[in-house]
Every structure is written in C-alpha cells, then in structure tokens.
C-alpha cells in the first residue's frame, strides 16, 4: 500500500491549505484513515481522523478550523485547514489503517505517508 500525500506549502497566518492523501494498492478497505503532525523538537501528535464509520475525531488544537474528510471510492482523505496559526508549522503525515485479506484471514495493516511540509508565518 502507497500514500501519497499533496497540498502542502508555505502560507500566512490566518490563509488556509487543503492537504490530500491519495492511497493505492491491493486492499479491501481502509478501516481508519488520519492525519498526524510532527513540530521540530516536538513528538508526532494526531490531528484528525476519520473511520469507516462512526464520527470524525480532532485534536483540541484544531477543532472549529481544520476538517477532515475522505472519499471511499477515491482511496482518497482531505484536510481542510483554514485560519491557520503560526503553531500549526509542521511535517503532516497521512496514516491508514487497512484490511488486508492474507491466508491467515483478514488483518489490519498501518501505513504511513511520507509527509509533506506546511508552513504558517506570523
């Protein structure tokens, strides 16, 4: 399974950016599909992220700004990040979690993106 991750750049302090992670392979769903973000000096922290089925789920950071979104039949999850803060500089990482069938059944598998950059200036 490839994630491919887009819709990252530099933008000022109260713009907006739209990311999108585009997945491809052999699967048969995508049970779990997040976005997470890393700061220079900071761990990795989730942001959203949005099940199959059942709500959506955001950090208290960026609730009421950024929504999340996915399109089944594209393999495809957006990020919708308006009023952007100087804090909100990081790399973003697509993360999936997915059903694979093996010949020990039906397994979950993670995946990671490569991450793409997003810039906010003050």
């Known amino acids: 399974v490839h994630l491919v991750e887009s819709g990252g750049g530099l933008v000022q302090a109260g713009g907006s950016l739209r990311l999108s992670c585009a997945a491809s392979g052999t699967f048969l769903s995508i049970a779990v599909m997040s976005w997470y973000r890393q700061a220079p000096g900071k761990e990795r922290e989730l942001v959203a992220s949005?099940?199959?089925?059942?709500?959506?789920n955001y950090a208290d950071s960026v609730k009421g700004r950024f929504t999340i979104s996915r399109d089944n039949a594209l393999n495809t999850m957006y990020l919708q990040m308006n009023s952007l803060k100087s804090e909100d500089t990081a790399v973003y990482y697509c993360y999936c979690n997915v059903r694979r069938s093996t010949t020990s059944g039906v397994q979950y598998y993670a995946y990671w993106g490569q991450g793409t950059q997003v810039t906010v200036s003050s």
């Open positions: 949005v099940p199959s089925a059942g709500p959506t």
